[in-house]
């Protein structure tokens, strides 16, 4: 209950800055509306079906990144890098009885949920307008079980990107290796082609990278492209990642904890 | 009783060095000097329940890392530490519930919302019961001036304003310990008087331990019995304000105005001038003399007006470094 009130003291903070919010919508919902016309470009030139995929699910599958975009991905690294860790905000967190991953992850969850709402909207207007063209999950089973790896992905991305942002304990310049994530992230998550699409090599390096269990194969899921066993297979993949990061997090944790200054403090 | 108590602490810290330019990049690259800086050195003291310590030192002197450290933010190189019973660098729940760090120049309360917001996360963080929240707001906010404005967004509010919602959302919890580092900082003199009362109220009602950093001499005047000075990482002092000064300070100012005028060289056999611009003088007299030498000069000289004044404290604090350095310590 305690923390339940602590998200929503959070989620207050989020409706206060809606404006934000849908900002940074609109941003993550550009993007896949582009590559959608050029896909539907590519459709009326070659055919019904590309590379296994009708027109239809290239559709939904962009549709849905506006939501993985906003929803699933979370955007803490740099204020964990930036704010806390090199300008010494952290001094605050560390200074009261509640863990710091918790206030982060209610903190984001709050502005993921509302701008993952802004992306659900967008997708049942889009449905209306255009039904033939959006496929979506609709077994209460797969549903049920969808939601659960939609969790286990903002989880995942969560703790990855908080590592990232606990590499400024050490490092002195962290735009670097935050860029080269992003970059890594948009091809391994499926944010530029579905990963079915992407040289065979590149699709091998994706299934044992974890990008892909962050937002592609959600996003399968919610397109009701999996089946029950390979959502299961989702979920325990997703586990296996989310509890080898969370080693991770108390390691780096504990390290960096020992060498935070407080500088700017 | 110790509430706080410290055995031989030091922190250290490594720092890269580098020389300027090009060709110092260069070297930096393949053969990278590191420098070890001794923030605080081996410094041991302690503090009883319901003490108000000033803790005092030019910038760099080891002052808010003692207090980071204390406070169970930084990890100590060696040493011994412990605060009403706990390591702090532990930190653990039932010890942060009963401590609070107050910095002057940061803040914890979110910018864009109205100060009660963070109060309203600080009482689920703290567990503090609503009825206890309730008083507490009410108590603290009335006592501060501040209870017409606990609903206006942070970035409304002035800077005293904003340090005095810095305290309530420190102390909503009731601290037992407070570190305080620079509260008064950037503040102007009717706001650091209302904080120092504030604190004092504080310090009284509550019995709580307060450990004070703060250039102005004026804080740890108004709040501080005891001080504890401290430069490069070492303690020079530790013991009564008075005594600092009585030490460091044997002398009073008497503040003269003249009704006519007179001569300079007569004004030597009172004392040492301090400063003579007609028709005022300021002369230096030892301690025990002042009063024989204000009867005198009024006796002896056209006075209009006179005062006997203390040293002031940061005249007195100003010295006292300026000495250590020069003995080397």
């Given at each position: 209950?305690?923390y339940f009130?602590?998200?929503?003291?959070?989620?207050?903070?989020?409706i206060e800055?809606?404006s934000?919010?849908?900002?940074?919508?609109?941003?993550?919902?550009?993007?896949?509306?582009?590559?959608?016309?050029?896909w539907v470009?590519?459709?009326?030139?070659?055919?019904?079906m590309?590379?296994?995929?009708?027109l239809?699910?290239?559709t939904?599958y962009?549709?849905?990144?506006t939501?993985?975009?906003?929803?699933?991905?979370?955007?803490?690294?740099?204020?964990?890098?930036?704010?806390?860790?090199?300008?010494?905000g952290?001094?605050?967190?560390?200074?009261?009885?509640?863990?710091?991953f918790?206030?982060?992850y209610?903190?984001?969850?709050?502005?993921?949920?509302?701008?993952?709402?802004?992306g659900?909207?967008?997708?049942i207007?889009?449905?209306?307008?255009?039904?033939s063209?959006?496929?979506?999950?609709?077994?209460?089973?797969?549903?049920?079980?969808?939601?659960?790896?939609v969790?286990?992905?903002?989880?995942?991305?969560f703790?990855?990107?908080?590592?990232?942002?606990?590499s400024a304990?050490?490092?002195t310049?962290?735009?670097?290796?935050?860029?080269?994530?992003?970059?890594?992230?948009?091809?391994?998550?499926?944010?530029v082609v579905?990963?079915?699409f992407l040289?065979?090599?590149?699709?091998?390096?994706s299934?044992?990278?974890?990008?892909?269990?962050?937002?592609?194969?959600?996003?399968?899921?919610?397109?009701?492209?999996l089946?029950?066993?390979?959502i299961l297979?989702?979920?325990?993949?997703?586990?296996?990642?989310?509890?080898?990061?969370?080693?991770?997090y108390?390691?780096?944790?504990?390290r960096?904890i020992k060498?935070?200054?407080g500088?700017?403090? | 009783?110790?509430v706080?108590s410290?055995?031989?602490?030091?922190?250290?810290?490594?720092?890269?060095?580098?020389?300027?330019?090009?060709?110092?990049?260069?070297?930096?690259?393949?053969?990278?000097?590191?420098?070890?800086v001794?923030?605080?050195?081996?410094?041991?003291?302690?503090?009883?329940?319901?003490?108000?310590?000033?803790?005092?030192?030019?910038?760099g002197a080891?002052?808010t890392?003692?207090?980071?450290?204390?406070?169970?933010?930084l990890?100590?190189?060696?040493?011994?530490?412990?605060?009403?019973?706990?390591?702090p660098?532990d930190?653990k729940h039932?010890?942060?519930?009963?401590?609070?760090?107050?910095?002057?120049q940061?803040?914890?309360?979110?910018?864009?919302?109205?100060?009660?917001?963070?109060?309203l996360?600080?009482k689920e963080?703290?567990?503090i019961p609503?009825?206890?929240?309730?008083?507490?707001?009410?108590?603290?906010s009335v006592?501060?001036?501040?209870k017409?404005?606990?609903?206006?967004?942070?970035r409304k509010?002035?800077?005293?304003?904003?340090m005095?919602?810095e305290l309530?959302?420190?102390?909503?919890h009731?601290p037992?310990?407070?570190f305080?580092?620079?509260?008064?900082?950037g503040?102007?003199?009717?706001?650091?008087?209302?904080?120092?009362?504030?604190?004092?109220?504080?310090?009284?009602?509550?019995?709580?331990?307060i450990?004070?950093?703060?250039?102005?001499?004026?804080?740890?005047?108004a709040?501080?019995?005891?001080?504890?000075v401290?430069?490069?990482?070492?303690?020079?002092?530790?013991?009564?304000?008075?005594?600092l000064?009585?030490?460091?300070a044997p002398?009073?100012?008497?503040?003269?105005?003249?009704?006519?005028?007179?001569?300079?060289?007569?004004l030597?056999e009172?004392?040492?001038?301090?400063s003579?611009?007609?028709?005022?003088?300021?002369?230096r007299i030892?301690?025990k003399?002042?009063?024989?030498?204000?009867?005198?000069?009024?006796?002896?000289?056209?006075?209009e007006?006179?005062?006997?004044?203390?040293?002031q404290?940061?005249?007195v604090?100003?010295?006292?470094f300026?000495?250590?350095?020069?003995?080397?310590?």
């Amino acid at each position: 209950m305690r923390y339940f009130r602590i998200f929503l003291i959070h989620f207050h903070r989020v409706i206060e800055n809606r404006s934000r919010s849908v900002i940074w919508t609109l941003l993550s919902v550009f993007n896949p509306l582009i590559f959608l016309c050029y896909w539907v470009a590519v459709y009326k030139s070659s055919g019904s079906m590309v590379g296994g995929w009708s027109l239809s699910e290239v559709t939904s599958y962009y549709l849905l990144l506006t939501f993985g975009g906003s929803f699933l991905i979370a955007h803490i690294e740099e204020s964990v890098a930036i704010e806390d860790i090199y300008e010494g905000g952290l001094v605050k967190y560390i200074l009261r009885p509640f863990s710091y991953f918790w206030d982060l992850y209610f903190g984001e969850l709050g502005w993921r949920l509302f701008q993952g709402a802004i992306g659900i909207m967008i997708f049942i207007l889009f449905s209306i307008f255009f039904q033939s063209l959006t496929t979506i999950v609709s077994s209460p089973l797969l549903i049920f079980l969808t939601i659960i790896s939609v969790i286990l992905a903002y989880t995942l991305s969560f703790l990855f990107k908080m590592l990232l942002g606990f590499s400024a304990f050490w490092l002195t310049e962290f735009r670097g290796i935050q860029s080269t994530a992003e970059i890594i992230i948009l091809i391994f998550a499926g944010f530029v082609v579905p990963l079915q699409f992407l040289p065979s090599m590149l699709q091998q390096a994706s299934f044992i990278l974890p990008f892909a269990y962050m937002v592609y194969y959600p996003i399968l899921a919610l397109q009701g492209k999996l089946d029950i066993v390979q959502i299961l297979r989702l979920l325990a993949i997703q586990l296996l990642w989310i509890s080898f990061f969370a080693c991770m997090y108390r390691l780096m944790w504990n390290r960096g904890i020992k060498i935070f200054t407080g500088v700017g403090q | 009783m110790s509430v706080i108590s410290i055995s031989h602490l030091s922190r250290h810290y490594q720092i890269h060095k580098k020389e300027p330019g090009f060709i110092g990049s260069l070297k930096s690259l393949f053969a990278r000097k590191y420098e070890m800086v001794k923030a605080v050195d081996d410094i041991s003291f302690s503090i009883d329940e319901g003490e108000v310590i000033g803790f005092i030192g030019p910038n760099g002197a080891g002052k808010t890392t003692t207090l980071k450290c204390l406070s169970g933010l930084l990890y100590p190189t060696s040493g011994k530490l412990s605060v009403i019973g706990f390591t702090p660098f532990d930190r653990k729940h039932s010890f942060l519930k009963q401590i609070s760090l107050v910095m002057g120049q940061k803040n914890q309360l979110w910018w864009d919302l109205p100060a009660m917001d963070t109060f309203l996360l600080n009482k689920e963080i703290y567990q503090i019961p609503t009825k206890r929240f309730t008083e507490v707001v009410e108590d603290l906010s009335v006592r501060l001036s501040v209870k017409d404005i606990l609903h206006v967004p942070v970035r409304k509010l002035s800077l005293g304003q904003r340090m005095k919602m810095e305290l309530i959302a420190a102390l909503l919890h009731s601290p037992r310990v407070l570190f305080l580092d620079e509260p008064t900082i950037g503040l102007d003199v009717v706001m650091q008087k209302t904080i120092r009362d504030f604190l004092k109220e504080y310090n009284e009602t509550y019995n709580a331990t307060i450990i004070l950093t703060s250039h102005y001499m004026g804080d740890v005047e108004a709040l501080c019995k005891r001080v504890v000075v401290i430069n490069f990482g070492h303690i020079l002092y530790d013991g009564l304000l008075s005594d600092l000064v009585k030490e460091h300070a044997p002398y009073k100012i008497i503040k003269v105005i003249f009704s006519e005028k007179v001569e300079e060289g007569k004004l030597s056999e009172y004392g040492e001038t301090k400063s003579f611009v007609f028709p005022e003088w300021e002369v230096r007299i030892k301690h025990k003399d002042a009063n024989d030498a204000a009867a005198r000069i009024l006796k002896h000289l056209p006075v209009e007006d006179i005062t006997i004044e203390n040293p002031q404290i940061e005249d007195v604090i100003a010295g006292f470094f300026l000495a250590n350095k020069k003995e080397g310590k």
